[in-house]
């Protein structure tokens, strides 16, 4: 157990965070460095990758995230530019704080974009959520994740399987500690704060009597630009889920990027329907309820496909590849790609009540911000440990 102060003279750890899926990741590794002993001073780095109301500001509210102390105001751009840009601002902060060392999560391009400048200031960088591997180079996560593990000092990861992918691109095991997943730390921590999903739909002025369906509901969300950036496919998406909504009713939790596609593809008619509610992005609250009492979830994000396994909920992953296998080996997660027929049969195959169980994942236990913090301790800090 460490005690008493954390060293005079070393820096504070700077946590970065960009884009909503990083929030829910960050909250609970605050949590924890505040509550260690000692207490690890954090300052909140924001590149401002997102910043929509629906996209950050509501997710702060909900996870109880502090305001941050530092924003950098980058805003979308091309993958250039919004990397390069994030890189030339965060510089600044990392000669002004001399930090002890810098936190990113995820496989945003904020993620990329910090390590980069820290690593080359020789400041330690650890990644929370490395080794996750989608084998899908067109992804530009991918290229996010590949590159900052080859750079990052401390790799945290949250399933067996990514120490593996890590010594495939011969990253030295000394570098890699398996923690857990912080994901589910925040959903664990949540769980009782989650709206109801009759509330969700009375907030954005949809018809709550779709939750009054025998079969339930179903939760959408689309946003990779493999699936919603060409006209044809995005159409071919839709159109199914149209036909699952005959016998599913849907809540679709339409992202910005998919918003603005379908209105320029001319698809709206599509989701025209007293089955499919099409609600704004949603906060993290709206979004644990929503999932929690779902028949399925039909998805294209990494997270879902966590969240759902956490929770027990059948998922339907509409990519070719996921960079999270355990969710298929031992959650509920169900890879249908692109491809409508099996995206068809696998709703019907749950609406048949043959939707996998799952169980939880090893150390997806609530307590994985924790064990980061007792090894970040030990890693930077360690004359204080007795
Ligand atoms: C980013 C992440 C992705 C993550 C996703 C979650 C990268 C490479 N991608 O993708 O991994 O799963 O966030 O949402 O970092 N926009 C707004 N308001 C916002 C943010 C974006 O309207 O607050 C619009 C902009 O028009 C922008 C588009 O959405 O061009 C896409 O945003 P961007 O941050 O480029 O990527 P995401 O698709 O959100």
């Not at 008493?4 to 820096?11: D, E, N, R, S, V």
């Not at 960050?26 to 990758?49: D, N, Y």
């Not at 019907?348 to 064990?371: F, M």
Request: with cysteine; aromatic share 4%; glycine share 8%.
């Amino acid at each position: 157990m460490s005690h008493g102060q954390w060293p005079a003279g070393l820096g504070p750890i700077l946590c970065v965070v960009g884009a909503r899926p990083n929030f829910m990741k960050m909250a609970p590794i605050l949590r924890a460095f505040a509550q260690s002993q000692p207490a690890i001073p954090a300052l909140l780095v924001h590149t401002g990758q997102h910043y929509d109301r629906d996209m950050n500001d509501k997710l702060f509210e909900d996870l109880q995230l502090p305001q941050p102390d530092i924003n950098l105001g980058v805003g979308s751009g091309s993958h250039a530019v919004q990397t390069a840009e994030v890189m030339r601002r965060f510089e600044p902060v990392v000669d002004e704080y001399h930090p002890a060392g810098v936190i990113v999560v995820g496989d945003v391009n904020s993620t990329l974009a910090c390590t980069l400048v820290a690593v080359k200031k020789g400041i330690p960088v650890a990644h929370v959520e490395a080794g996750l591997r989608s084998y899908d180079r067109a992804m530009p996560e991918e290229i996010n994740r590949v590159l900052t593990d080859q750079v990052a000092d401390r790799l945290y990861t949250t399933e067996r399987s990514a120490a593996e992918n890590l010594a495939r691109e011969g990253v030295h095991a000394e570098r890699i500690r398996f923690v857990g997943n912080v994901m589910i730390d925040s959903l664990r921590f949540n769980l009782r704060f989650a709206r109801t999903p009759a509330d969700t739909l009375a907030a954005s002025d949809s018809d709550p009597a779709l939750l009054a369906d025998p079969n339930g509901y179903g939760v959408v969300t689309l946003h990779r630009p493999s699936n919603v950036d060409h006209a044809e496919t995005l159409a071919d998406l839709l159109g199914v889920l149209r036909e699952i909504s005959s016998r599913l009713p849907l809540i679709f939790a339409l992202h910005p990027r998919t918003r603005s596609n379908i209105e320029r593809f001319g698809l709206n008619h599509l989701l025209e329907s007293p089955r499919i509610a099409v609600l704004p992005p949603q906060g993290y609250l709206e979004m644990l309820g929503l999932m929690g009492g779902a028949r399925m979830v039909l998805t294209d994000s990494g997270g879902l496909q966590e969240e759902t396994t956490a929770l027990g909920v059948p998922c339907l992953t509409l990519r070719e590849n996921t960079e999270r296998p355990i969710t298929i080996s031992e959650g509920t997660n169900t890879l249908v790609g692109r491809d409508v027929s099996a995206i068809r049969s696998q709703a019907e195959a749950i609406l048949a009540g043959q939707g996998k169980q799952g169980r939880v994942p090893e150390l997806w236990d609530g307590a994985a911000a924790e064990r980061i913090a007792t090894d970040l301790l030990a890693w930077l800090a360690p004359t204080r440990t007795e």
